[in-house]
T-cell receptor, first 113, second 115 residues
């Protein structure tokens, strides 16, 4: 099992460019989520999904879009990148039920210049 | 709304010494509690969790944590640390009985183990 796979691992964008961060899981998990990690701020929830076709906003959704067309994939789109979106992004998946273990990808380090 | 407070951003400790990483939470509903560990340049992995029952829970790598409902705390402890324990540790909560497994994280504590 690969678990949760994120691509790319590193990315540099210019302000105003758009891009998609990919996330795929092979554990048949219903629940998937995206976090950003910034120094001194821990992990903050961007968007999450409880199943194919269902997404919702987290704590910091502005500037990001998501969709969930399949159980396996949960891409995160940056519509018009800004320097404030420089961060490390983590995708996670788990059973939808509270209290279950979340499995994280290795992260994508994004720099917006 | 829930929140998690990790008061110590960094904890330096010598190898083989004991360590405690503090976590306090605030919530209007009952919660599940977690500790996750992040080794350098890696994703997070679960150390241990409290769902119900015994307030002392044991996790991987010799770590344990104690749930204290009256103090709304879930402190992480290890009696003797190793260099390999150097990592960032995150405390997290999720709603007990919630419709999703949404995790709210603290700001993290960097455990720096020195020889």
């Amino acid at each position: 099992n690969a678990g949760v796979t994120q691509t790319p691992k590193f990315q540099v964008l210019k302000t105003g460019q758009s891009m998609t961060l990919q996330c795929a899981q092979d554990m048949n998990h219903e629940y998937m989520s995206w976090y950003r990690q910034d120094p001194g701020m821990g992990l903050r929830l961007i968007h999450y999904s409880v199943g194919a076709g269902i997404t919702d906003q987290g704590e910091v959704p502005n500037g990001y879009n998501v969709s969930r067309s399949t159980t396996e994939d949960f891409p995160l789109r940056l519509l018009s990148a800004a320097p404030s979106q420089t961060s490390v992004y983590f995708c996670a998946s788990s059973s939808w039920e509270g209290g279950t273990e979340a499995f994280f990808g290795q992260g994508t380090r994004l720099t917006v210049v | 709304a829930q929140s998690v407070t990790q008061l110590d951003s960094q904890v330096p400790v010598f190898e083989e010494a004991p360590v405690e990483l503090r976590c306090n939470y605030s919530s209007s509903v009952s919660v599940y509690l977690f500790w996750y560990v992040q080794y350098p340049n890696q994703g997070l992995q679960l150390l241990l969790k409290y769902l119900s029952g015994s307030t002392l829970v044991k996790g991987i790598n010799g770590f344990e944590a104690e749930f204290n409902k009256s103090q709304t705390s879930f402190h992480l402890r290890k009696p003797s640390v190793h260099i390999s324990d150097t990592a960032e540790y995150f405390c997290a909560v999720s709603d007990l009985g919630g419709a999703t497994n949404k995790l709210i994280f603290g700001t993290g504590t960097l455990l720096a183990v020195q020889p």
